[in-house]
Each structure stands twice: as structure tokens, then as C-alpha cells.
């Protein structure tokens, strides 16, 4: 039986867990995906095992591993920023992952901590993968570009012309279902378009290398600070992800 103080610590997560559905617009606690898939539990344990299985990967066989990609990355000098950076921002997660999130770029807290999205922006994205029901540690987070560009500037061409083999490695060996890119840079990069995020986000896209895999484009934590209002509109993505991944893989043809 559950002590008082477990008990208070489950009323506290329930209640993070509703306010920030409030925070991204669900406009009720019971609101239901478009696909009319039910609002995820908080925690994946409590899913049915038949469910929770669709949320793992099946890789395809791969000649190399992610410890490989990051030998082969090094101390990487491929580009000028590694003039100015601290660390490399590798990448890190369940390298099984079914969902993968890929950005453009660390950041100040990332550069000096050679960990991704673990400033305010990676606060939210963690808060983000939480409200449908997953941990951090069940995807895996990357970025386009390894190295943190000077005053948190985009990455430019030559930049990510450099390092983006290496994302391409990382989804080959990961397989995720689903890759999640954040921003203008990273769905630009992944889809190899020039469309703007306005116009991509929220439907879903195919993966340009690998058939079985497919893209959600949404916007970019950072910009959600920024633009709070916009919320609302990364809510409706996050319930498409969890409609996606809930899905049987043999349904999704």
C-alpha cells in the first residue's frame, strides 16, 4: 500500500501532468486526439503490454553503432565551429528508440555541458515528450550540427553540410518510426526541402532515405518560449505523435 508521502508525490505529478496539457491548449483535462486515441497515462508501464510494444523500434540490421558514428566523429574539426565550442553535442537516448527529436543546434547550457536540449528550451521539450505519456530516456534527442554556433546564430551551410552525415548515421542505426525535427534548419535538413516550417508543420512527411520511417515537423522549443501562443498548435502535433505511435506498425502501410 502506498505511503502518504507516495501517494502526495503521485497527486503532484498527476497535477503537472494536467497543468501543462492546459499550458499547451488541451482545452480539457479528457480531450481526446483527432484520431480519437485516449489521453496516454503518465507513465508507459501502466500501458497494456500489447500497446507499449508498438513503441519500440525494429531495427533494421546495421552495419555500425552509435558508438561507432561517435568514434568516427572525434574531436571533430570538419567546420570552423570547433574554434568556439566546449564539447560536442553527440546526441543521447535509447539508442532503439521508436521516437527520435532532432534540432539544429546546441546551445550555451548544451555546449557547456556536451548534453542536448538541457537548458530552457530542452526543460520544455522534456516536458513535451512527458505529456504523451514517455520519458526522456525512451527517445533519443539530437541535433543537425554538433557544435554550439557563436551568440546561439543558426547553423549556416557550410556548418551543417559538415556534420549532418552524422544525423543521417545516427536514424540509420537508431531506426526510430517517427522523427520529431524542431525548427526551420532541422526539417529543412532532414526532408532536404526549403519549405518553411509554417507550411510543414504538424503533417507528416516521408523520410527521404528510409521508407518505413516517416517526419513530424513542429516548432522548435526555443521558439515556443519565445512565442507562447503557438503552444497550442505544438499540442496538436504532440497528440498526432501519440495517435502515430499507438498505432500498430502492419496498420500504418
Known amino acids: ?9 503521485l497527486v503532484a505529478q498527476v497535477a503537472e501532468h494536467l497543468r501543462y496539457r492546459r499550458e499547451l491548449g488541451a482545452e480539457s483535462i479528457g480531450e481526446r486526439p483527432r484520431a480519437e486515441v485516449a489521453s496516454p497515462p503518465l507513465n508507459m508501464q501502466d500501458k497494456p503490454a500489447a500497446v507499449a510494444a508498438t513503441l519500440t523500434s525494429t531495427r ?5 553503432t552509435l558508438d561507432d558514428i561517435r568514434r568516427d ?3 571533430c574539426q570538419r567546420c570552423k565551429l570547433w574554434k568556439t565550442r566546449t564539447n560536442l553535442v553527440f546526441g ?7 521516437l527520435m527529436f532532432v534540432g539544429e543546434a546546441p546551445g550555451a547550457d548544451e555546449d557547456a555541458s556536451g548534453r542536448p536540449f538541457v537548458g530552457r528550451a530542452g526543460q520544455l521539450l522534456t516536458k513535451m515528450i512527458e505529456a504523451i505519456g514517455m520519458r526522456r530516456d525512451e527517445v533519443y534527442i539530437a541535433n543537425i550540427v554538433k557544435s554550439r554556433p557563436p551568440e ?5 551551410k557550410d556548418e551543417i553540410e559538415a556534420c549532418s552525415p552524422f544525423i543521417l548515421r545516427q536514424i540509420a542505426t537508431i531506426h526510430p518510426r517517427l522523427i520529431v525535427t524542431l525548427g526551420n534548419p532541422a526539417t529543412q535538413e532532414i526532408l532536404k526541402t526549403k519549405t518553411g516550417i509554417s507550411r510543414l508543420r504538424g503533417e507528416f512527411q516521408d523520410y527521404p532515405h528510409l521508407p518505413d520511417i516517416k517526419v513530424l515537423p513542429t516548432f522548435h522549443p526555443a521558439y515556443l518560449l519565445r512565442s507562447p501562443d503557438k503552444k497550442r498548435e505544438a499540442w496538436e502535433d504532440l497528440k498526432r505523435v501519440r495517435a502515430f505511435l499507438d498505432e500498430p506498425r502492419a496498420s500504418l502501410g
Not at 543521447?92 to 521508436?98: F, L
Open 92 to 98: 543521447e537516448g535509447n539508442p532503439q528508440a521508436a
Open 73 to 75: 566523429l572525434g574531436d
Open 60 to 64: 533494421l540490421e546495421s552495419t555500425e
Open 152 to 156: 546561439n546564430r543558426p547553423p549556416e
Open 1 to 9: 500500500m502506498e505511503t502518504r508521502a507516495e501517494l502526495a508525490e
